[in-house]
C-alpha cells in the first residue's frame, strides 16, 4: 500500500511490525571467506552457514556428534563490518560441545556450529579443519564389454503419404510402416496399450507433414514409440547415474558405439542434511517436507550434471579440454563429443534412457519413497522390482517421453546399488566361488557362483568414510590417501590427494596436509600392525622407535603421528590415536565377520577371488586389506580393486537389454542374508577385531607379514 | 515503483505511457443485461462480449456467414453511463453484413458483432434473438443390459508384517498377498513393467502400517495397482463422458451395482470458438495456443462436471432435489447416492475410471492432438487405437493414479462417438441388416450385421442444428420443437422447449417463442409436404389454405409463417422461408443418400431396422423421417429412437471389460466407405433432394401418405 494513503495510525503500526521482524534477525559474518548474512534468531551457526552457502564441515549433519564442525566466535564491536559480536549472542554452551571442545578452547571462543544457536550479531571465523573442502572424486569407471543389445532401437521410416481413402490415423499409418520395413509389430495386439506415448502423439501430425512423411521414430524395448525426429536421425544417447551417498556421478553415453562422451561427478547434495544415510533419514522422520525437500535435491543435481554433460557436446564448451584423461584402468582419449568431426550439440530431448542405481536409501529418496522404514527392524524397502517411470514424471530434464530405469533392490540394506554391482561382474556366471566387498558408506557382500549367491549388508559405520576418526576427513585437497611406515624407524611418508608424490620428495608444506580420508584409514591399519606400532589386538606397543609415538597431554590418549603440524595446512600434528584405531578394527572386523559368515552359510572354507570394489577402491591396497585383517585368506593376486563397479553395473544395463534383464533376475536370485540373526555373530566380530583374526589361519600372509609380526601372541 | 522517488521526467515519461495506455482501451456497454467492460481496441464487439461474459449467439464462431449476432449500435452522449457512444467508433460497414442486415436496418444503427472492431465507446444494445439462450439439453441415455465384468476391481488384503527376515519389499509383499489370497498375479513376469503406480508406490508403506495391513487396492485390468485403501473398502466409482460439439454429458457410476447415480448436461464452452467443428478447427489454425486453449477448455469443464457429480453423493447438495425423473425411455429414482441410508460424499480420489467418446475432433481437442488434418483430404485421424492415458497427465481432477479410457476412432470422420454407437448397438452381434443413424453436427451412418460393418459420415451441414435457418437456433427455451399442420385448414400448432403443451393448448405469448430448433426442423419438411404446402421437389405450391404463406417483403422469398410475431419473444413473425426448405432439403438428401449408397455397397435394397440416434433423437417422430425421405423405406414400426446411443456406449465400455475389448475391435472390423468417391454419388444427391427421393420407392410410405401427396409428380 502506497504510504501517503496510510493514516498516522497505520504508518506507526507497520513501522512497529518492520521494527519487530527486525528484531527477530541477527547479522552473522563468517571468517576468512565474508560470507555475510540476515539470519532468523534461533537457528544454529551451522543451518546459518548452510543458507549463505558457506561450507562448514559436518559429517554427522549437526547432531553434535562428530565434532568437526567447531568455529571460533570473535568478541567485540566490528564497526568495519558494522556489528558488535559477542559470545552472549550465542545459545549456552552444552554438554555436546565438551566432548570436542577442551576448557582452553572454550575460553578462546570456540563453539560446535551444530550446538549453537543464534541470539544476536556474531562474528564467526571457520578454521581450516572445519571447511567443507570440494571433494576430489576418484570413482571411475572400469571398461566393460558387453555386446550391442540396446533399449533403445531408432527406425528410419520412409511412409507413404495418406491417399485418397485416407481413412488410417497417422500412428496406424506409421505403425505400419514399422512392420513392414521392420518386421516390428508394436501394438497390433488389441491389448496392447502402449504403441506411442501420448507427447509424440501430439507431435506427430505436424512433423509427419513437414518431414513430408520421412521421419525416424525412437522405440523403447520393441514396445514403445518415445521420440519422433526428422529425416534420418540414428544416434541414441542415454546417461548411466549412480547415487552415492555421498558422490553421484553421471556418464553421457553413445549408446551406437557405446562410448562414453563424459562423465561429471558431484557430491550428492543431500550431504548438508547428514554425511551418512541415517542422519539423513533422521532428517526427513523430523521435518515435515525432509523427504520431498532431499528428493528434490538429487533431482536438481541430477539435472545440472545433465546440462554439464550435454554442454560438454557444444563446441564453446571449454570447461573440460581436449585432454587425455585416466580412465580407470584404461585410457581413453576423451572425446569431447565430436563425431566424424563435427560436435553433437546434444539437447535435453537427445537424450532418451537413463539407468539409476543407488543404495536402498538413495533408491528411495530419489523416488521419493519414504526410507523411514529401512531404518526400522526388519527392514523392509519399499519395492525391490526394477521400475521404469517417464522422465516427466520424475522432472528429469531429458527426453520428456523417455523412461528412466532404475535398477531393483535386493532387500533393505542391500540396494540397486548392489545389483548393479553383480551385473557388471556377473559372478553367477562364473564357476569361481568370488567374493564381492562394496565399501561405500555400508559394507555391502556377495558370495557365490552360479549355483548360488549369497549377500548381507555389514554396518561398517563411517570410519572409512573419515568420520569418527580424529583427523579424518573426506578424500578432499589435503588428504592423506596412503600411508606407508618403515619398520625400523617408524618414519611415515604419506600420499596426498591432488599430488602424485609422495611426502619425502616434497618440501614440507607444500602438500598442506588437512587430515586423513578413507584409502589413508584403509592403509594406516595395516601399516601400524605391519610395523610393529601396535599388536594383533591393536593395542599400541611400549617399545617404539620414533618420537611420533606419545600420550596426548590433553586427551590422555596414546597417539602416532602421520604428520607433523609444521607439514599440515591446520598448525597442528596429523595423528592416529588409540581411540582412531579401535574405530578402525571395529569397520573392519564387521567386514571380516560378514565375509566369514556368509561363507559358513554358503559352504566354503575358501574363496577363489576377492573384489574390492566402492569409491575409494581404486586407491585400496588389496594386500593390506588381507594383513588388516579385513578380508578371509586368499591368493593376493586373486584380490583385485574393481573400483566403482556399481557405476558400470548403470552403464551395463544402459548399454545391454539382456544385462537389464540379469539385473532384474539376479536380485530375485541373490539370497539375503541377516547377519545378526546367525548363530556365532558376535563370537566371529570380537576375534576379528584382532589383526588379523585371532583364530583363522592365513596361508597366504606367511609369504607377506615377517613372522615374529604373524607369530605375536 | 514509488513515485516519491521518480525524478520529475521519469512522472512524465510515465504518465504518457499510461495516458497512451489509456487511449488503447475503449468501454462498451451491453443493453439490456448492463455488462460494462474496458477493452483494447481493434478487438470485435463479439471479442468483447465474450470477454466480458455477454451471450451473444454465433452459430459461425465470428466468420461472418451466419448472422445470428445482430446487435444494435446507440449513437449519442449518454452521462448516465459516461460514455459517448458514436457508431463512427466502430470499424467501417463491410459487404458480408449486408447479407444479414438490409438498408433499413443498416440506417437504424444494426451490425453484425463478429464483423465490427472497436474504435472507440460504444453502446450497444443485444435484441432478444441474438441472445445466446443456456441451453436445454435434451441428451439422455438409455437403459442397457451388460453382464458385470468390471474394469476396476477391488482386492481386500490382510497381510502378514514383515517378519525378523524381512527383506521382502512392502510392493512386493502386498503382490504376494494378492496372489495368495485371490490368485490374480500381478506382474510376477519380469518383463511386466507395471504392477504398481509410482504415487500408490510413494504412499504403500506409510498406508499399509497405519491400517495395520489390512488394505484394500484397486487394481485396473488385472494389470496395475492404481489406488491403496485402509481396510475393506470394495465400492468403485467411475464416469462415462459423451463429448458431443454442442453438449457434454457425465454421468457418475457405482461400478459394482452397475448404476448410475447422477448425471450432468452442460454446453462444450468450445461452442465460443464456433457452433461446428470445422469453424473450431478454423480458430486453433488461426490463433497460437488455440488448441492448448480449447484442450483446457474442455478439461476445466470436465473437472466442472466431476465437482458437480461428486457434490450430488454429500448431504448438503441441495442443486439435485430427490425427484423421479424420466431416464429415456425407462423411470429411474434419482438416488441422491445414498447406499444403505448413507450419503457416499464421494471425492475425487474416488473416481477410479472415465470413459471418453466424441467425435474425432472432439476426441483430438481433449487429448491436444492437432485437428487440422481432419479437415483436408484425405482427413486422416492422427490415432485410432483406443488409449489409456493417467488421469494427471491429463490434468483430469479424479483419481491421479487412474486411467482415462478414451474409445477408438473408426476414420477421420467417424469417431469414438460412433464406435460407442456401435457397441451399445452391438449391430455386430445381429442377423438382422441395421442401418443407424447418428445425427448430431454431422450424420455417421453403420450398415450391416454379423456379417458386415459399412460405415459413413455425410455433411448434413448444420441446418439440423439451427445454423443457416432464418429462425433457426440451438434447444434453448423457447425452441419450437415439435410442428404439427394441418392438412385442410394449414394451420400450425407446435410445441416450444421447457413446456409440456401444444401451442393451442396454451395463451398467446405464454410460450415466448424465439425459433426453432433442430428437432423442429426435422418436423417441418414432412409436415409442409404432407399437408400440401410444398411440393415433393420442395417448391411452395401457389395453391395455399391460409394467409400463412407469403413473400416477404423485404427479402422476396416466400415464407410461411409457423408463429406469429404475438406469440414471441422476439415480435417478429417466425417463419420458414424457401431458402431454409432448401438448407433442409440438403441436409436430409446428404443422409439418404449416404444411406442408399452403403445399401448398395453392402449389396442390400432394403433394410430390417432403423436405429436412429442423436442429441435431439428422442424428439424426431421416425415417421416423419420416412416421410421427408431422410432414411429408405422401411416398416415404420421397426424405426427406432435410440438416443444418445453414444453416451450408452460410453457406458458400457466403462461397465464391461469384454464391451471394451468389443469397442477395440469393433472399430478395426467397420469398413469405412468413402461417400464422396463412389460412383452415382452425385446423381443419388440430386434425387434425394425431392421428397422423397424421386426415382425410389417407398412401400410402407403407402400407408401413411395420402395417395395425392405420394403420386404427385
Keep these: 500500500m502506497d504510504k501517503r494513503f496510510q493514516s498516522s495510525k497505520e504508518r506507526i503500526s507497520a513501522h512497529k511490525q518492520t521494527t519487530s521482524n527486525h528484531m527477530e534477525k541477527a547479522t552473522i559474518i563468517f571468517q576468512p571467506s565474508g560470507s555475510r548474512g540476515t539470519i532468523s534468531k534461533g537457528k544454529t551457526v551451522l543451518e546459518a552457514a548452510q543458507e549463505l552457502g558457506e561450507n562448514i564441515e559436518s559429517l554427522c549433519g549437526g547432531k553434535g556428534t562428530c565434532g568437526k564442525c567447531r568455529i571460533l566466535i570473535s568478541e567485540g564491536n566490528y564497526p568495519k563490518y558494522g556489528i558488535d559480536s559477542r559470545q552472549n549472542n550465542l545459545s549456552d554452551w552444552q554438554k555436546t560441545e565438551a566432548k570436542f571442545i577442551n576448557n582452553k578452547q572454550r575460553t578462546e571462543g570456540f563453539r560446535l556450529a551444530c550446538c549453537t544457536s543464534i541470539k544476536g550479531d556474531v562474528l564467526a571465523f571457520v578454521p581450516e579443519e572445519?571447511?567443507?573442502?570440494?571433494?576430489?572424486?576418484?570413482?571411475?569407471?572400469?571398461?566393460?564389454?558387453?555386446?550391442?543389445?540396446?533399449?533403445?532401437?531408432?527406425?528410419?521410416?520412409?511412409?507413404?503419404?495418406?491417399?485418397?481413402?485416407?481413412?488410417?490415423?497417422?500412428?496406424?499409418?506409421?505403425?505400419?510402416?514399422?512392420?513392414?520395413?521392420?518386421?516390428?509389430?508394436?501394438?497390433?495386439?488389441?491389448?496392447?496399450?502402449?504403441?506411442?506415448?501420448?507427447?509424440?502423439?501430439?507431435?506427430?501430425?505436424?512433423?509427419?507433414?513437414?518431414?513430408?512423411?520421412?521421419?525416424?521414430?525412437?522405440?523403447?524395448?520393441?514396445?514403445?514409440?518415445?521420440?519422433?525426429?526428422?529425416?534420418?536421425?540414428?544416434?541414441?544417447?542415454?546417461?548411466?547415474?549412480?547415487?552415492?551417498?555421498?558422490?553421484?556421478?553421471?556418464?553421457?553415453?553413445?549408446?551406437?558405439?557405446?562410448?562414453?562422451?563424459?562423465?561429471?561427478?558431484i557430491m550428492n547434495p543431500q550431504i548438508k542434511y547428514g554425511e551418512d544415510v541415517i542422519s539423513r533419514i533422521n532428517y526427513l522422520v523430523h521435518n515435515k517436507d525432509g523427504l520431498a525437500q532431499m528428493s528434490a535435491d538429487i533431482i536438481d543435481a541430477l539435472n545440472r550434471m545433465i546440462e554439464a554433460l550435454l554442454s560438454s557436446t557444444w563446441p564453446d564448451y571449454n570447461n573440460s579440454p581436449d585432454t587425455t584423461e585416466e580412465f580407470n584402468y584404461i585410457t581413453v582419449q576423451k572425446q569431447r563429443t565430436?563425431?566424424?568431426?563435427?560436435?553433437?550439440?546434444?539437447?535435453?530431448?537427445?537424450?532418451?534412457?537413463?539407468?539409476?542405481?543407488?543404495?536402498?536409501?538413495?533408491?528411495?529418496?530419489?523416488?521419493?519413497?519414504?526410507?523411514?522404514?529401512?531404518?526400522?527392524?526388519?527392514?523392509?524397502?519399499?519395492?525391490?522390482?526394477?521400475?521404469?517411470?517417464?522422465?516427466?514424471?520424475?522432472?528429469?530434464?531429458?527426453?520428456?517421453?523417455?523412461?528412466?530405469?532404475?535398477?531393483?533392490?535386493?532387500?533393505?540394506f542391500v540396494g540397486a546399488d548392489n545389483v548393479a554391482v553383480l551385473t557388471a561382474e556377473a559372478p553367477y556366471k562364473s564357476d569361481q566361488i568370488q567374493l564381492i566387498i562394496d565399501i561405500g558408506t555400508n559394507g555391502e557382500l556377495v558370495l557365490g557362483n552360479k549355483e548360488r549367491l549369497l549377500s548381507t549388508s555389514c554396518a561398517t559405520g563411517p570410519a572409512f568414510e573419515g568420520a569418527e576418526i580424529t583427523f579424518g576427513m573426506r578424500a578432499a585437497p589435503g588428504a592423506i590417501?596412503?600411508?606407508?611406515?618403515?619398520?625400523?624407524?617408524?618414519?611415515?611418508?604419506?600420499?596426498?590427494?591432488?599430488?602424485?608424490?609422495?611426502?619425502?620428495?616434497?618440501?614440507?608444506?607444500?602438500?598442506?596436509?588437512?587430515?586423513?580420508?578413507?584409502?589413508?584409514i584403509m592403509d594406516v591399519l595395516a601399516e601400524l600392525y605391519h610395523s610393529g606400532i601396535i599388536n594383533k589386538s591393536g593395542a599400541f606397543l611400549q617399545d617404539q622407535a620414533s618420537s611420533r609415538f606419545r600420550i596426548n597431554s590433553d586427551t590422555k590418549y596414546k597417539e602416532f603421528v602421520i604428520a607433523w603440524a609444521k607439514e599440515t595446512a591446520i598448525g597442528r600434528d596429523i595423528t592416529?590415536?588409540?581411540?582412531?584405531?579401535?574405530?578402525?578394527?571395529?569397520?573392519?572386523?564387521?567386514?571380516?565377520?560378514?565375509?566369514?559368515?556368509?561363507?559358513?552359510?554358503?559352504?566354503?572354507?575358501?574363496?577363489?577371488?576377492?573384489?574390492?570394489?566402492?569409491?575409494?577402491?581404486?586407491?585400496?591396497?588389496?594386500?593390506?586389506?588381507?594383513?588388516?585383517?579385513?578380508?578371509?585368506?586368499?591368493?593376493?593376486?586373486?584380490?583385485?580393486?574393481?573400483?566403482?563397479?556399481?557405476?558400470?553395473?548403470?552403464?551395463?544395463?544402459?548399454?545391454?537389454?539382456?544385462?537389464?534383464?540379469?539385473?532384474?533376475?539376479?536380485?530375485?536370485?541373490?539370497?539375503?542374508?541377516?547377519?545378526?540373526?546367525?548363530?556365532?555373530?558376535?563370537?566371529?566380530?570380537?576375534?576379528?577385531?584382532?589383526?588379523?583374526?585371532?583364530?583363522?589361519?592365513?596361508?597366504?600372509?606367511?609369504?607377506?607379514?615377517?613372522?615374529?609380526?604373524?607369530?605375536?601372541?
Excluded at 225 to 250: W, Y
Excluded at 368 to 385: E, S
Excluded at 493 to 508: E, L, R
Design 130 to 265: 572445519s571447511r567443507a573442502a570440494k571433494q576430489v572424486v576418484s570413482k571411475r569407471l572400469r571398461p566393460v564389454t558387453v555386446p550391442y543389445d540396446p533399449i533403445i532401437e531408432k527406425y528410419h521410416l520412409i511412409m507413404k503419404p495418406p491417399s485418397a481413402n485416407g481413412s488410417q490415423g497417422d500412428l496406424e499409418r506409421l505403425l505400419d510402416a514399422l512392420g513392414i520395413q521392420y518386421g516390428l509389430n508394436l501394438g497390433c495386439d488389441i491389448d496392447s496399450l502402449y504403441p506411442c506415448d501420448i507427447e509424440v502423439l501430439r507431435d506427430l501430425p505436424l512433423r509427419l507433414r513437414e518431414q513430408n512423411w520421412h521421419v525416424t521414430v525412437s522405440v523403447w524395448m520393441d514396445r514403445e514409440i518415445i521420440r519422433i525426429l526428422p529425416g534420418k536421425v540414428l544416434d541414441s544417447f542415454g546417461i548411466a547415474v549412480d547415487v552415492g551417498t555421498t558422490t553421484v556421478v553421471a556418464s553421457l553415453v553413445h549408446l551406437n558405439s557405446m562410448q562414453i562422451l563424459d562423465t561429471q561427478y
Design 338 to 412: 565430436k563425431t566424424e568431426g563435427k560436435f553433437l550439440c546434444l539437447i535435453p530431448g537427445d537424450i532418451e534412457d537413463v539407468t539409476i542405481v543407488g543404495n536402498t536409501i538413495m533408491h528411495h529418496i530419489f523416488l521419493k519413497l519414504d526410507p523411514r522404514y529401512l531404518a526400522r527392524a526388519p527392514f523392509p524397502p519399499v519395492v525391490q522390482k526394477s521400475l521404469n517411470i517417464k522422465a516427466r514424471n520424475l522432472g528429469l530434464n531429458i527426453c520428456p517421453s523417455a523412461y528412466v530405469h532404475i535398477l531393483p533392490n535386493e532387500a533393505g
Design 481 to 520: 590417501e596412503r600411508i606407508a611406515i618403515d619398520p625400523e624407524t617408524h618414519e611415515v611418508v604419506y600420499k596426498v590427494v591432488g599430488h602424485d608424490a609422495w611426502s619425502n620428495y616434497v618440501k614440507p608444506g607444500v602438500l598442506q596436509v588437512r587430515g586423513i580420508c578413507g584409502s589413508g
Design 576 to 713: 592416529i590415536t588409540q581411540k582412531d584405531v579401535r574405530q578402525i578394527q571395529l569397520a573392519k572386523a564387521a567386514i571380516y565377520t560378514g565375509c566369514k559368515l556368509l561363507m559358513r552359510e554358503w559352504g566354503t572354507d575358501r574363496v577363489d577371488i576377492i573384489k574390492i570394489a566402492g569409491g575409494f577402491g581404486l586407491h585400496v591396497d588389496p594386500v593390506k586389506t588381507l594383513i588388516m585383517g579385513m578380508i578371509p585368506d586368499c591368493d593376493p593376486h586373486q584380490i583385485i580393486s574393481i573400483g566403482n563397479a556399481a557405476g558400470v553395473g548403470a552403464l551395463v544395463t544402459l548399454l545391454n537389454r539382456e544385462k537389464r534383464s540379469e539385473s532384474d533376475w539376479v536380485a530375485q536370485m541373490v539370497e539375503y542374508v541377516d547377519l545378526a540373526s546367525l548363530q556365532g555373530f558376535k563370537d566371529e566380530f570380537v576375534n576379528a577385531l584382532h589383526i588379523p583374526h585371532k583364530k583363522d589361519s592365513f596361508p597366504h600372509l606367511r609369504s607377506i607379514l615377517p613372522p615374529e609380526i604373524l607369530n605375536q601372541k
